[in-house]
C-alpha cells in the first residue's frame, strides 16, 4: 500500500491527469475501503485500529477529490505549483465578467420555472464548456496557471448554478 504521505493519484493507482475513469474510482475505492477497515485490525490491537482508521479516512478524502471534477482540478493545480487562491485571486477576464452580470440580471428578471431552467441550461452548457477547456489545458497543454484561472470562473459557475437551483425549488414550493 502507498503511504499515507502519496497524493491522490499514487494512492488510487490512476495517472495524474484530469481525465479520470469514474468506474475505476469507484472500484479502487471499494478495493481500499476493505483492504484498510479498522475491523480487520481488531485482533492486532489499537494501535492498528487507529492506523486503519487513518487509511480509511485519507482514502475517503482522496476519493472526494478524485470524483468530484472541480475538485480534481484544483488537486492538479496545486500540486503542479499554481494554487487556487480563490480568497486573494478575483481576477477575472473581462467577458467572464460581463457574462456574469448577465446572467445575475437574467436571474433577478427571471419570472417563472421556465425562464429560470433557460438560465440553468445555459450555466449548465458554459460549465462543460469550462470542464473541457481545463481538462484541455491540464492534460494536453500541461498549462497549470492557465487551468487555475479557469478553475476560478468555474467555482462562479458553479455558484451560480446553486443560486438558480435555489430558485427553482422555491419556485417549485
Request: without cysteine; hydrophobic residues 30%.
Given at each position: 500500500m502507498p503511504s499515507l504521505q502519496s497524493n491522490d493519484f499514487e494512492l488510487f493507482d490512476v495517472p495524474v491527469q484530469f481525465a479520470q475513469d469514474s468506474a475505476a474510482l469507484d472500484a479502487r475505492w471499494k478495493e481500499l475501503q476493505r483492504e484498510a477497515h479498522p475491523d480487520k485490525f481488531v485482533a492486532q490491537g489499537g494501535a492498528a485500529q487507529r492506523l486503519a482508521m487513518q487509511w480509511s479516512v485519507r482514502i475517503n478524502e482522496a476519493y472526494q477529490r478524485l470524483k468530484n471534477p472541480m475538485k480534481r482540478a484544483m488537486y492538479l493545480c496545486e500540486l503542479h505549483g499554481a494554487p487556487i487562491e480563490a480568497e486573494s485571486n478575483t481576477a477575472m477576464p473581462p467577458d467572464f465578467l460581463v457574462q456574469q452580470m448577465q446572467w445575475r440580471e437574467a436571474l433577478e428578471e427571471a419570472d417563472g420555472i421556465e425562464n429560470l431552467e433557460e438560465i440553468a441550461s445555459e450555466a449548465?452548457?458554459?460549465?462543460?464548456?469550462k470542464l473541457s477547456k481545463?481538462?484541455?489545458?491540464?492534460?494536453?497543454?500541461?498549462?497549470?496557471?492557465?487551468a487555475a484561472q479557469q478553475v476560478r470562473s468555474l467555482m462562479f459557475i458553479e455558484r451560480f448554478g446553486s443560486e438558480i437551483d435555489a430558485r427553482i425549488d422555491a419556485q417549485g414550493q
Open positions: 449548465s452548457t458554459i460549465k462543460r464548456e481545463i481538462e484541455q489545458l491540464l492534460d494536453r497543454e500541461k498549462n497549470f496557471p492557465a
